[in-house]
């Protein structure tokens, strides 16, 4: 019989209560050493790699001691990560995860494609040289004199650039509706084009006869001036005076309301000024069933009517207004329902976000970007 061992029969002498502390210190650290990188690493939930510690084993048999000469094995290194599922290699993981991630902007670039015409379209940027220290002022106004000329010409050049590309859209429609061939950006292309070759050959005469000193008379006639040739000064300037234009409109429209109302009054019917429908809210049809009270609301809220009258101090006719009304709220329902089919508002750029609330009457001088956007989510909500 073999001899059993003297260790096992001899009674444990106590140990002193920092061992026990330093000791079980030691193992609760290198227990969470082999735990961690368990917790870092992906888990691909593969029964035939992972392995599993059966509850009723004691817990100190898969514990290490500090002293054992394998205990720096038990946390990886950084540098090298350790794949636990072998059937996918990380080069398909890493493919696979592109792919699930390039689908939305690739959408989001069509959309924006359809409702936002190309940067041609737009003027081209005005790059003012700096007065420098020293600099005589005649000497500064000639290079800055120089930087409009390169600003109209090119301007001109985008201007006859969008009339070749307007072309080559219409042959596509070929006796069809523009709204069936057309995405929303091509239209706006074809039908700002139309105007702007209207207004091309008086605003070449001026810069030939001017040259560099259009800019001092350019500000009073913005009509004449195609789009992509007016500086920024220029159109801040236009967006000041219609936004003021609408206020004063406003504000004589209150003063006159009475009358306007009780103009049109049928008998039987009590005076109301409160029936007045949202812009969103009415299309082109029912522009016959309107009074005139509400008709001139509509206009001095879209901008419908001519200035001519402002001038004069004189109510338009009602026939004039519904001409007027009517236009432009066909034009806003063919435009809501083309950006609504290719992407909807929130695929508009900043500049076509800026037009389109300039076009619905909102006010869009010291707004920011959101509020412009909140105000055409709210006007698209009611569509």
């Known amino acids: 019989m073999k001899p059993r061992p003297l260790s096992l029969l001899a009674i444990p002498s106590r140990q002193p209560r920092s061992a026990l502390n330093v000791q079980c210190h030691r ?3 290198l227990h969470r050493l082999a735990v961690l990188p368990s917790l870092t690493q992906p888990q691909w939930h593969d029964r035939s790699v992972t392995t599993s510690i059966h509850p009723y084993l004691p817990r100190s048999q898969f514990l290490r001691h500090a002293s054992s000469s394998n205990a720096a094995a038990v946390k990886p290194s950084p540098s090298s990560a350790v794949h636990t599922n072998p059937s996918k290699p990380k080069s398909q993981i890493a493919a696979s995860t592109r792919l699930t991630t390039s689908h939305a902007p690739l959408r989001t670039a069509e959309a924006s494609e359809k409702l936002n015409p190309p940067q041609e379209t737009y003027a081209p940027e005005l790059n003012l040289p700096e007065q420098k220290p020293g600099q005589g002022k005649l000497k500064w106004l000639f290079h800055a004199g120089r930087a409009y000329i390169a600003f109209y010409k090119g301007g001109i050049k985008n201007v006859r650039s969008t009339a070749s590309l307007a072309k080559s859209i219409r042959a596509k429609a070929q006796g069809r509706k ?3 061939v057309f995405t929303r950006a091509e239209w706006q292309i074809v039908r700002r084009s139309k105007r702007d070759m209207l207004r091309l050959p008086a605003f070449g005469i001026l810069v030939l006869l001017l040259g560099e000193w259009l800019p001092l008379i350019a500000l009073y006639i913005t009509p004449v001036i195609p789009e992509p ?7 801040k300037r236009s967006l000041e005076k219609q936004e003021k234009r ?4 406003q504000r004589r429209l209150g003063l006159d309301a009475a009358r306007l109302v009780g103009t049109d009054r049928k008998p039987g019917i ?22 005139l009270f509400s008709l001139l609301a509509l206009s001095t809220k879209l901008d419908a009517h001519s200035k ?10 009602k026939s004039i207004l519904r001409w007027d009304v009517g236009r432009k709220l066909a034009y806003l329902r063919k435009d809501d329902g083309l950006i609504q089919r290719d992407g909807g508002w929130q ?12 076009e619905r009457g909102i006010n869009v001088l010291g707004r920011s970007d959101q509020n412009m956007r909140n105000d055409l989510a709210a006007w698209f909500a009611k569509r």
Do not use: Y
């Open 229 to 235: 040739c007016r500086i920024p000064g220029q159109t």
């Open 270 to 291: 009590p005076r109301s000024m409160n029936a007045v429908p949202a812009v969103n809210s009415v299309g082109p049809e029912d522009v016959d069933r309107l009074d």
């Open 246 to 249: 609408r206020r004063e409109r």
């Open 27 to 29: 193992q609760f650290h």
């Open 347 to 358: 695929g508009l750029g900043k500049e076509e976000g800026k037009r389109a609330c300039i």
């Open 178 to 180: 523009e709204e069936d």
């Open 308 to 317: 001519f009258w402002d001038f004069v101090f004189l109510t338009p006719p």
